[in-house]
């Protein structure tokens, strides 16, 4: 029980020493410029979807978004806000919002699939011919 936590303890009080001493620093991972052409597209335009694309463009990553719906995709270009997921959050105005998969996909270089999970089979079924050979596709 109580020798347990010990170590934790411990690791924690040392680097709370160390941080009034100044001598711990917090290591970043460097920011990699991505070759020319790169180009991501987000399958999913929920919460999750929205925040690695808005993460993605911020780094200044080509980044298109698929919606299911087109009215939302042109409501979310002109305003950079999702009507109804994190809707409070004011989007990348880089990205794009598209419902139209087949085109989104075919320049794709990097797909991220971020469709709900109970969706994904019927989802990937239907945009499967349209996903460039050899392309790595992430689920989140």
């Known amino acids: 029980g109580e020798r347990a936590g010990a170590p934790r303890r411990m690791a924690v009080a040392m680097a709370a020493r160390e941080r009034r001493r100044g001598q711990l620093q917090t290591k970043r991972m460097p920011d990699y410029p991505m070759p020319v052409g790169q180009q991501f597209c987000v399958l999913g335009g929920g919460s999750f979807g929205l925040g690695i694309a808005h993460v993605l463009a911020n780094k ?46 075919q320049e794709a270089t990097y797909i991220v699939h971020a469709v709900p999970v109970q969706f994904t089979r019927d989802y990937l079924k239907k945009v499967r011919k349209h996903i460039p050979p050899g392309t790595p596709v992430m689920s989140i």
């Open 60 to 105: 200044g990553i080509a980044t298109t978004v698929v919606l299911r719906k087109e009215e939302t995709a042109k409501f979310m270009n002109t305003e950079h806000r999702h009507p109804r997921y994190l809707s409070d959050l004011t989007l990348n105005p880089t990205i794009f919002y598209t419902a139209d998969h087949k085109t989104a996909l």
